[in-house]
């Protein structure tokens, strides 16, 4: 499914949308884990709105492609997503992390639409994405599952038994992304526990990496046609580098953003950077689409 | 219940505990296609190896990766199919309590955990395959149903009943045989509800596990020996807990004796005693089990008398407590 100009451009339209939405979440909500929330967003933004074969209407229509949201404290852009698709009401956002909403800061899938599964404790996303990938074969069904961790959460080791098992049985519908901003609570992924050479661990795996700028769509979208493209028997890896806080420029790679608060003079500077972001992208979509 | 076969009591003399539930794995795995069964490198420890061979395409041995056995079988019930999985209760509980919690529990799948080895059954194995805490971890996990059978028979009719029921279950099992508790598995089984094995008035011992047939052997003792008349609970439901059989208990007898193959913080005697004191009502209680300390090496014949949990122990027990003051009027309305 080559991109064509005008699909790229609508994407780089619907993530901006979805960046705003995330802002303004935190904004309403006081505080969100923003920073890996625009990290992860444009995955999640060609994803939902290229790729995955789901339906508003019928939510656990038992076909769909399946979305497992490993890193879920990135809950607030998964919410804005998912509200902004359709699946919950948009309105429901202005809920988010407040006392009684079923929309808390990691979601809850039996309790917001659109969720595949409920995530927050680490390093449990890629074990469930092969027990639905493994129940998918056995049933005879072709949907996909895909998985996005968090690099930090990669410490956890159980993500290796899962990715282990992912080589082990040749699960090849399920295409995986690290979503590899280089940042985590305590500081830069390097210094807190050094995950390098990391493309070469999953290599080692025997994952097929692809690595590219996770924040470029195009890039993204190469990269989830190869993986869609995949002949072999090894599962497809997609370590994405992104920016931890993408379209915000005062929060950008700034580890200290893992989680934040917005207040009035926040809210307003972070919608004019987004904007300011948004036609850096546009320009760059122009300059580089064939 | 599915409608099994009927295990006898000749079945589980010849066959280990672990080995009923093999079997009825397969007999659920032929009539449900959906019945998938997966394992972390203890295919032949937990007696899986039945349904491998039947159903090769259905069966996945994840290595030696406890979590990721659990998440694995999370995602594969929430596409729909039904997983039962089996490990160690230790590993179970303990290695993958978090997945177990998040995964199962809080999604709330319909994924069936058989948990062996449990208490002190792999008595020789020491404290790193004792599993002492898995009733206290598990019945604190919200939508998990906590099923502790006192034999192979017992084990047969918790596993269908476990398929027959949604949502996630805890089954500890033991590792090899257990003594013939049931005749035959048409006893009227039911999730929640204590079957009285034995019938009486002066003491109620509410066992689960193998502790159900000491508590057996401890009250026909009693009858013949000190004419006491002790009746039996073979409380196999963990979670949700008989609160009624309970209370009628401290109603009828005023005497409760718990004992269990477990910690005696958290376990039976533990959710025992909640609801005895949410009752109002009074009665002496004592509770036996593994006295928060880790358990000695040995055979677990050997490992139960040293903790006192077999009959003999049981005897001492209830003759202890029987001594015990309590108030004897019929007007419990004072004690409210």
Redesign the interface.
């Known amino acids: 499914m080559p991109l064509t100009k005008q699909e790229w451009l609508q994407l780089e339209k619907k993530a901006h949308e979805l960046r705003r939405l995330t802002l303004d979440t935190t904004y309403w909500a006081g505080s969100a884990h923003i920073g890996g929330g625009l990290s992860v967003l444009d995955i999640m933004t060609v994803l939902y709105h290229k790729y995955m074969n789901i339906k508003v209407e019928d939510p656990k229509w ?1 076909d769909r492609d ?1 979305f497992i949201l490993s890193k879920g404290h990135a809950g607030v852009s998964y919410a804005a997503t998912l509200c902004d698709y359709g699946f919950n009401d948009v309105e429901l956002l202005k809920t988010f992390n407040l006392s009684g909403s079923k929309m808390g800061m990691h979601l ?3 309790k917001v639409v659109g969720v ?6 680490l ?2 996303g ?11 074969r ?2 005879g069904k072709d949907y996909k ?1 895909f998985v996005v961790l968090g690099d930090g959460e990669c410490d956890e ?2 993500n290796w ?2 990715a ?2 992912a080589v ?2 040749k699960i090849t519908n399920m295409i995986s992304f690290v979503d590899r901003n280089k940042c985590m609570i305590d500081g830069r992924t390097e210094d807190v526990m050094n995950l390098e050479p990391f493309c070469a661990k999953w290599e080692a795996f025997g994952f097929i990496v692809k690595e590219i700028d996770g924040n470029n769509i195009k890039e993204l979208c190469e990269a989830i046609d190869f993986a869609y493209e995949n002949k072999t028997d090894k599962p497809v890896m997609i370590v994405a580098n992104t920016l931890k806080g993408c379209g915000i420029d005062f929060i950008e790679d700034d580890y200290l953003w893992h989680y934040g608060a917005f207040d009035d003079d926040k809210y307003e500077r972070g919608k004019k950077a987004l904007d300011e972001s948004y036609q850096k992208r546009i320009a760059r979509v122009e300059k580089e689409a064939e | 219940m599915a409608g099994g076969m009927t295990y006898t009591a000749v079945d589980s003399t010849s066959l280990s505990t672990a080995e009923i539930y093999g079997k009825a794995l397969v007999e659920l795995g032929r009539a449900h296609p959906e019945v998938v069964a997966l394992t972390a490198d203890l295919a032949k420890s937990t007696k899986i190896g039945e349904f491998q061979k039947e159903f090769p395409d259905r069966f996945f041995n994840v290595g030696i990766a406890e979590q990721n056995l659990f998440g694995v079988s999370a995602g594969m019930a929430r596409a729909g199919l039904v997983p039962f999985l089996s490990c160690f209760s230790q590993f179970a509980s303990l290695r993958a309590a978090d997945q177990l919690s998040t995964d199962l529990c809080y999604q709330n799948v319909n994924a069936k955990v058989i948990a062996t080895h449990s208490g002190t059954s792999f008595g020789q194995a020491g404290s790193t395959h004792h599993a002492i805490t898995d009733l206290a971890v598990t019945r604190s996990m919200p939508n998990l149903t906590v099923i502790c059978p006192a034999d192979g028979v017992e084990t047969y009719n918790a596993v269908m009943a476990a398929y027959e029921t949604p949502g996630p279950f805890y089954i500890r099992i033991n590792r090899g045989f257990d003594r013939v508790l049931y005749k035959d598995s048409d006893y009227g089984f039911q999730i929640g509800k204590a079957v009285t094995v034995n019938e009486g008035t002066d003491l109620t011992i509410i066992a689960c596990g193998s502790c159900v047939f000491q508590a057996v052997q401890a009250a026909d003792f009693l009858e013949k020996s000190d004419g006491l008349k002790i009746r039996v609970l073979d409380m196999h439901t963990i979670k949700p807990i008989d609160r009624e059989a309970i209370v009628k208990a401290v109603m009828d007898t005023r005497r409760i004796i718990t004992v269990e193959d477990h910690n005696v913080l958290g376990g039976l005697g533990s959710a025992v005693a909640e609801v005895v004191v949410e009752s109002g009502k009074g009665c002496a209680f004592k509770k036996l089990g593994i006295p928060d300390k880790f358990a000695p090496i040995g055979l677990h014949e050997d490992i139960m008398a040293e903790l006192g949990i077999d009959a003999n122990g049981i005897i001492a027990a209830v003759r202890e407590v029987m001594k015990a003051d309590f108030e004897l009027d019929d007007d419990w309305d004072d004690e409210v």
């Open positions: 038992e399946r809850d899938s039996n595949d599964a409920s995530t927050g404790s390093g449990h890629m074990s469930i994405a092969v027990g639905t990938a493994l129940a998918a056995l049933q599952t080791g159980s038994e899962a282990m098992s082990h049985y």
